[in-house]
Every structure is written in C-alpha cells, then in structure tokens.
C-alpha cells in the first residue's frame, strides 16, 4: 500500500560541507540531508577534527 499523505520531495540542490575551521570543502549533500552525530577529521587544510551538523538541508556551524 502506498502512502500519499506525505510527497517525496526530489533531491533539487547539493551542497558543500565545510570545515568550521579553514572553510575547506570537504563533502557534499543534497537539500533533503539530515545528520548530526557523524565526527570527521578535515583532510584537506587544518587537520581539525569537528561534526557534521546538517538540519533541513543546510549545515549548522
């Protein structure tokens, strides 16, 4: 049985992750991305460790 209640909403637009720190690119992620709790190391400019925060498609911090 197939829910039509709630629309699938099409991934429209990607994003960068940034480093909090240097401002590198690091990953990208659609505006439909939800994540919180994924700890990653910056291996592109500072080597700083920092969080992944995305809520409604876009990245905190």
Not at 9 to 20: D, E, F, G, K, Y
Not at 21 to 27: I, L, W
Request: net charge positive.
């Amino acid at each position: 049985m197939t829910d039509y209640s709630s629309p699938q909403i099409p991934a429209l637009r990607r994003s960068w992750v940034i480093c909090p720190y240097c401002k590198a690119k690091f990953a990208l992620h659609d505006n439909k991305a939800e994540c919180r709790g994924v700890f990653v190391k910056c291996t592109r400019g500072c080597g700083k460790e920092f969080e992944i925060i995305i809520v409604n498609g876009k990245q905190k911090r």
